[in-house]
C-alpha cells in the first residue's frame, strides 16, 4: 500500500487552437492510493502466478476553468502453465473516471488504451474515454534459460460509461513477440502486432514485474 502526491499538466487534445475544447491548459493537484501485491500470489491454486494492483486518484484543478476528477483502476495477470514449459498469461484492466463537470475536463485526463497500455497493435493512446476496459491474452514458450517467445492478442472497449460497454465496439489485435530477461523481475519485450487499423512494432521494458 502507498500514497503518492502528483502534479500534472494538461494541454489541449486538438493540434492547434483548443477553441472546441473548455480545459484546453490546466494543471491539477492529484493524491493517489495505490494497493498491489508485491510479488507473485497464490489465489486459487497452488501453480496460479497471479499479480494485481488497484489505485483510486483525487484530482483538484489549480486553475478554475477546469473540473475535479476521481479515477479508479485496477489491473490483473494470471499465469496459467498449460504443459511441460507452454504458459497461457491472462491480463486485464478495468479504468473509470468520474468528472464533476465533463465539459471542463481536460481530454488527455480520460482513461486511454493503445500500443503503451493495453492494445499493442494500434498507435499510442488510440482510444479514450470515460470507461476503459482491456483484455490480453498469451500464449509463451521458453527457447533459453533467458529468452521466451509468446503468441499474442489484445482486445479492449471504450464507453462513456460502464453500463454502455457491453453495446460498443470491440478492438482487437493479433501477434507475436520476445521477452528477455536479465532477472525473473526485469523483462524486455518487442514484437509484432496488426489490428484493424495498421501493423506496428512494440518494445516494453518492464521494471518490477516479473512476467
Known amino acids: 500500500m502507498r500514497w503518492s502526491p502528483g502534479f500534472w499538466k494538461f494541454t489541449s487534445g486538438l493540434d492547434e487552437g483548443g477553441e472546441f475544447e473548455q480545459a484546453s491548459n490546466v494543471k491539477y493537484i492529484s493524491s493517489r492510493f495505490t494497493l498491489s501485491d508485491s510479488q507473485s500470489i497464490d489465489f486459487w491454486r497452488i501453480f496460479l502466478r497471479n499479480q494485481w494492483a488497484a489505485f483510486v486518484e483525487i484530482a483538484h484543478p489549480v486553475k478554475t476553468n477546469a473540473t475535479a476528477y476521481f479515477r479508479f483502476n485496477a489491473r490483473t495477470r494470471t499465469q496459467f502453465p498449460l504443459f511441460k514449459n507452454l ?20 481530454y488527455y485526463a480520460l482513461p486511454e488504451v493503445g500500443s503503451k497500455n493495453g492494445l499493442r497493435g494500434f498507435s499510442k493512446e488510440r482510444f479514450r474515454n470515460y470507461t476503459v476496459a482491456v483484455a490480453n491474452f498469451e500464449l509463451s514458450l521458453p527457447v533459453q534459460k533467458y529468452l521466451e517467445v509468446f503468441l499474442l492478442a489484445d482486445f479492449a472497449k471504450t464507453a462513456s460509461s460502464p453500463a454502455k460497454l457491453p453495446g460498443e465496439k470491440l478492438h482487437a489485435n493479433f501477434g507475436f513477440g520476445f521477452r528477455l530477461r536479465n532477472t525473473t523481475r526485469h523483462p524486455i519485450t518487442v514484437g509484432f502486432a496488426a489490428g484493424s487499423e495498421k501493423k506496428k512494432l512494440f518494445s516494453s521494458v518492464a521494471p518490477g514485474s516479473t512476467w
Not at 491472462?90 to 465539459?103: T, V
Open 87 to 106: 504458459d497461457f498469461s491472462i491480463g486485464s484492466q478495468f479504468e473509470h473516471l468520474i468528472a464533476d463537470d465533463e465539459d471542463f475536463l481536460p
